[in-house]
DNA sequence: CAATTCCTGACTAAACTAGTAGGTTAATAA
DNA sequence: TTATTAACCTACTAGTTTAGTCAGGAATTG
């Protein structure tokens, strides 16, 4: 496991996704200006984020990402793995012959600490950080402040069409059933 | 806080000196040997380990590195930082200005993060690692076998001069009161 | 004295980061 | 149907970091 930059870019950009789950897509664009990211890494960031499949695209007006499987069900070490290939554990490569034939001691102990930090990251999910007391509303207030009406836009006119009719999308994981690309 | 493959080989390196701090200084060549990191690198590495009070050099024939503290007193999360200088945890800078002069609610969660993981490897001591059941036998039986002879030579030569008399470096860590360099 | 080992600085090939550029494809809105 | 939107894809790139080499100097020991 390493954790970088990279890393970093790809939990903040979930993290907004899973904010705005709820509001429909979110497009690469929005995050890029909200968050300083340019648009093309942003993409290349997300073409792995999907083969991994954690988020999905949609494509057209309206259209953008959204997360693949409820916010409760994405962990932070899934995102940076998913980015971040993750580094050789071992210079042995799985060998273990750095020391005649078996494996050397500190070898083995990094691993367990690598895992150990594994287990750590795993253990948090989205959901724990865009739960939090007051996230919701600070978020649509900020929203509104710095311009990111599209959302607002793209809710209202879902709902002229009917969309939220016959899913919980508005309210929540439904939606997650849908068949995608 | 980030993550590399350079703060592995710093741990890597540092738990073997805790291994076998007891039986006196480590050499970098040791190490490089026995990992299969370049000596050179090695040193690079141990520069900022030094500047950073985690090590100790001791020159001369019979001397090498050894931990400037005892292994309980050391962290994992220390020794990353003094190699892997921290990143930049936020795209504003401290600034918070990414949001209409407001910090956007993703960057306070990655801190968030951030500072959950610094705690997570500052709870973890290098005595912990090496005080877990058969790691002194196993490491003592494994350096027999690939030849680290200069450990037990040294140690011999030491307790031949009398070095041990007046310290209780072959148990302990009164040594570490001995001023340095 | 010679050998050992830390210590220092300059240099370098390869990899990675963070982006640019220039498209194509699918969905929607006019 | 046509224009627009936004995902999707590939290739290229300046700058940094990684992981290392090389060449020497300084302290310590035998």
Chains 1, 2 share one sequence.
Not at 56 to 61: E, F
Not at 120 to 134: D, N, W, Y
């Amino acid at each position: 496991m390493r954790i970088s930059t990279k890393g970093r870019y790809s939990v903040t950009a979930m993290l907004d996704l899973a904010i705005h789950d709820k509001a429909g897509p979110v497009t690469l664009a929005d995050i890029s200006q909200c968050q300083g990211i340019s648009l093309s890494y942003l993409e290349q960031l997300f073409a792995r984020l999907r083969k991994s499949g954690l988020v999905k695209g949609v494509r057209g007006p309206g259209g953008g990402y959204r997360l693949a499987r409820p916010a409760a069900e994405i962990n932070i070490a899934e995102i940076i793995c998913s980015v971040d290939e993750t580094m050789d554990v071992t210079r042995c490569k799985g060998e273990g012959n750095c020391q005649n034939g078996e494996k050397c001691l500190t070898h083995e102990l990094w691993a367990t600490l690598s895992n150990r930090l594994h287990e750590f990251l795993s253990g948090i999910t989205l959901a724990q950080f865009v739960e939090r007391p007051g996230i919701p509303e600070l978020s649509m207030q900020r929203d509104k402040m710095i311009g990111r009406f599209l959302l607002a836009k793209k809710q209202a006119a879902a709902i002229n069409r009917g969309v939220f009719k016959n899913t919980t999308d508005i309210a929540g994981n439904d939606l997650h059933n849908l068949k995608s690309n």
